[in-house]
């Protein structure tokens, strides 16, 4: 891990980690930059499939299926379907756009910069040993059913009542054409 000089020289999987990264990054941008709701929903769809690298990347595989299976398969198609249903604008929307970019710009910087910061802090000499796999089912599952159960079926009811609502402004009411 460590060169000949004493500096780190980061190996190929730790290229391709900040390689996915960016990309990442990117995709996240356009996400939340894209004035049409479509084009933001498949950066989405980008974003979270580089996350489901990351955890490949870090021995996560586990992790990477249920991102792929939950996130990719299910929340991005049920927020498609919902748009779909809301019958939201198919081309660029101005509604999309409330002009306060410069402000919310300032505010992003400050949530990074302080995430980064506290991120930075918390793991400053963590190191992951990515020769024995992480993230392993057993772990995961004990983890899920015991702490986190509450929030993943609040999360769940958020979810249908989203889905029943958007099927509610849908219906045509008595009357309209």
């Known amino acids: 891990m460590t060169g000949g000089n004493g500096y780190l020289s980061p190996s190929g999987q730790e290229?391709?980690?900040?390689?996915?990264?960016?990309?990442?990054?990117?995709?996240?941008?356009?996400?939340?930059?894209?004035?049409?709701?479509?084009?933001a929903a498949l950066w989405l769809v980008v974003a979270l499939g580089g996350l489901a690298v990351h955890y490949l990347l870090l021995t996560a595989e586990f992790v990477a299926w249920v991102q792929v299976l939950i996130y990719l398969g299910s929340v991005v198609v049920l927020l498609l379907f919902g748009l779909m249903l809301t019958k939201a604008p198919i081309g660029p929307s101005p509604d999309a756009d409330s002009r306060n970019?410069?402000?919310?710009?300032?505010?992003?910087?400050?949530?990074?910069?302080?995430?980064?910061?506290?991120?930075?802090?918390?793991?400053?000499?963590?190191?992951?040993?990515?020769?024995?796999?992480?993230?392993?089912?057993?772990?995961?599952?004990?983890?899920?059913?015991?702490?986190?159960?509450?929030?993943?079926?609040?999360?769940?009811?958020?979810?249908?009542?989203?889905?029943?609502?958007?099927?509610?402004?849908?219906?045509k009411r008595d009357g309209e054409s």
Do not use: N
């Open 101 to 171: 970019r410069p402000v919310a710009l300032a505010v992003a910087l400050a949530a990074a910069g302080t995430l980064v910061t506290l991120v930075v802090d918390a793991f400053r000499t963590a190191w992951i040993d990515l020769d024995t796999p992480h993230g392993e089912s057993e772990q995961i599952g004990d983890s899920l059913f015991r702490v986190w159960v509450l929030p993943f079926e609040a999360l769940s009811v958020l979810l249908l009542a989203a889905l029943v609502g958007a099927i509610v402004i849908s219906r």
């Open 15 to 39: 290229i391709v980690f900040v390689l996915v990264g960016l990309v990442v990054l990117g995709a996240a941008v356009l996400c939340v930059t894209s004035k049409q709701l479509v084009h």
